[in-house]
């Protein structure tokens, strides 16, 4: 049927259970370029299958039952269609002076739209969202522009963004033409426009409607299909009807809440499986540290099959459990509540859970992260965290602990099998171990010869990281509080040479003699210790380092003194030579000995840290 069709006995809406609006720009554009195409042919537009619509009926809300004539339905499958069907429609309506077609705006309004009762004070709408659905009063207020909808949750996330969008996109595609192109427009849309209608019957069809869109290209996430496999396995189960349809809303909000919290910040989407999979983590213990998200999927629907308990629960030989109301239920409770706690791990506002993720960011650590906040207090989880950073910043220097078993530190909190506070005076025994300082110099040394790019300290995977450390010492130790870098900026922030890596323009009567001193057939590896060592190495905020480029001193110097509290502490030298960058590369060793209070290096073995060769060793003795 067409549009017309469609809409001139039904009224649709989207469960609160499912996603927002997705479609973004790429799905506009291929839409807007099948209208066009669409041929007219003896005055008739061309029939254009738009796919099939999965409705399963509902019934109205209080404040609709006023309209008759009418059935409700929600929108199983197909939402995204009419989501921007409904926008271009609206949007047709707003710019149409006399309406389309010989019919008035008013009346065409009513068809497609919305109707309003006698009083005037209430609107029941064609197409709309569940009045429980958290963006549902965001479509009214911004889209529809109902402004006797209050709008009281005005964060963008990423389906109003997208809603938002489509609005605009329509809006500048329709002002773009004249009026009998946009009556072109709403005749294609409203009659060539064709859907298959399926009306489902039962708990079997949903799960077959999945099935089928899976069959048809369009990709479901793990986590959808689970969603539609537990509905499906609730209606199987020996419980009473009411039993059984209080677990399916369960479900259906426990999704609706996860949906929610995924998609919070519209700057940062996180992904549905990786969700799951990390979850199931602590659920579940994996054979490897955590489950990849492949292992999950498998893992899930093991768990909820009709044979379940022929699968292994995990690595201790138990069995699954049967699939029943309980396990159905605890799962789904489970996996909703660490929705919020996920978002919070990736968009935390204290500093030191985003701190360990630039040191970390794998799974294992953010799934740790994740059990501390559903399973500590706030007192013992900062505490912990800190001896966690501090453990992780000095296996930097040098690797010493596996960082994956953190994971399985996380399970053992969630699964109240272990506490933050032993967790913690494991820490605490680990950091007191002493650092192998001749094993360090080893492995920094071989930052200068390593074949696939002998940088030096340059190549120091935590070298960013440790000038960002470097940054609060010099802040404290100016006594200062305000902040001129910090760790907010961090992906803002490059590395700078401050004798550059082309150095030959205006550092020649630098390097060169360092250089000679260490004999001409140790040149080329003379030249890469002192640009590359770490006294030489610094951190510019936003770019600052392309416009210094191979600046000489002077010009570098004079630019210093406004920049970051590194930046400040480099400018107070007058010259910048080899004694400059011998300085403070012991001043920043120094500091990394404090920092990690299980180092102690003696003033030797600092300089064969800083600069690897015999013969430019000398040049400091």
């Known amino acids: 049927m067409n549009l017309l069709e469609l809409f001139n006995t039904r009224l649709f809406r989207v469960p609160d259970y499912q996603r927002g609006y997705a479609w973004g720009e790429k799905q506009l554009i291929e839409f807007w370029d099948d209208l066009e195409e669409i041929l007219e042919i003896d005055g008739q537009f061309k029939s254009h299958y738009t796919g099939t619509l999965y409705l399963e009926e509902c019934k109205p809300s209080v404040n609709e039952q006023w309209i008759s004539g009418v059935q409700f339905f929600y929108v199983v499958d197909g939402q995204q269609r009419l989501t921007t069907i409904t926008i271009l429609l609206l949007q ?259 500093q030191i859970v985003r701190k360990l993720l630039l040191l970390n960011g794998s799974k294992e650590i953010k799934v740790f992260i994740m059990a501390l906040i559903l399973k500590s207090e706030s007192s013992t989880l900062c505490e912990l965290l800190l001896n966690l950073e501090r453990l992780f910043f000095r296996n930097r220097t040098l690797w010493c602990f596996d960082e994956r078993i953190v994971a399985t530190w996380g399970r053992d909190i969630y699964c109240n099998e272990d506490d933050a506070a032993s967790v913690n005076k494991r820490l605490e025994d680990l950091l007191r171990q002493p650092i192998a300082v001749e094993t360090l110099i080893k492995s920094m040394n071989n930052l200068f010869t390593y074949e696939r790019g002998n940088k030096g300290f340059h190549r120091w995977g935590a070298l960013k990281y440790f000038l960002f450390n470097y940054e609060e010492y010099l802040k404290e130790r100016a006594r200062e509080t305000d902040d001129k870098l910090s760790i907010d900026d961090y992906e803002d922030t490059t590395i700078e040479h401050i004798i550059p890596q082309q150095w030959r323009d205006n550092w020649s009567d630098i390097v060169n003699p360092f250089i000679s001193d260490a004999g001409s057939e140790n040149a080329d590896l003379a030249q890469k210790i002192l640009v590359n060592t770490l006294g030489n190495l610094t951190i510019l905020k936003n770019g600052k380092n392309s416009s210094l480029g191979k600046l000489a001193w002077p010009g570098k110097r004079e630019r210093y003194r406004t920049g970051s509290y590194n930046e400040i502490d480099i400018s107070k030298r007058e010259s910048w030579t080899k004694l400059e960058v011998y300085n403070r590369g012991i001043d920043m060793l120094t500091f990394l000995e404090r920092r990690i209070e299980a180092l102690k290096m003696s003033p030797d073995q600092k300089l064969r840290l800083l600069f690897y060769d015999d013969k430019v060793l000398e040049q400091f003795k």
Request: glycine letters at 2%.
């Open 92 to 350: 047709l309506l707003r710019l149409a002076k006399d309406g389309y077609s010989g019919e008035t705006t008013e009346d065409l309004t009513k068809t497609y739209f919305s109707k309003t009762n006698t009083s005037g004070k209430s609107t029941v709408y064609k197409f709309c969202y569940d009045a429980t659905d958290h963006n549902y009063a965001f479509l009214l207020n911004r889209i529809y522009l109902n402004q006797s909808i209050i709008l009281q949750d005005k964060d963008l996330n990423v389906y109003r963004q997208n809603l938002l969008f489509a609005n605009e996109f329509f809006h500048q595609k329709l002002q773009a033409l004249h009026m009998l192109q946009r009556e072109t427009i709403f005749k294609k849309i409203t009659t060539a426009l064709e859907f298959d209608l399926k009306i489902l019957e039962s708990d079997l069809d949903v799960q077959e409607v999945f099935e089928t869109m899976n069959n048809r290209g369009k990709p479901l996430s793990t986590l959808e299909k689970l969603k539609n496999r537990l509905i499906y396995l609730s209606a199987k189960l020996p419980n009473t009807p009411e039993d059984k349809r209080q677990l399916k809303s369960n479900i259906n909000i426990a999704w609706g809440k996860i949906y929610s919290h995924l998609a919070r910040n519209a700057e940062n989407i996180l992904n549905e499986d990786v969700f799951l999979s990390a979850h199931l983590s602590l659920y579940r213990k994996p054979a490897e540290s955590v489950f990849s998200e492949n292992v999950a999927e498998e893992k899930v629907f093991q768990m909820f099959c009709n044979r379940s308990e022929k699968y292994d629960k995990d690595e201790s030989g138990d069995k699954e459990p049967s699939v029943s109301y309980s396990k159905i239920s605890d799962y789904v409770i489970s996996l909703s509540g660490a929705a919020p706690a996920w978002h919070q791990v990736h968009n935390s506002n204290t």
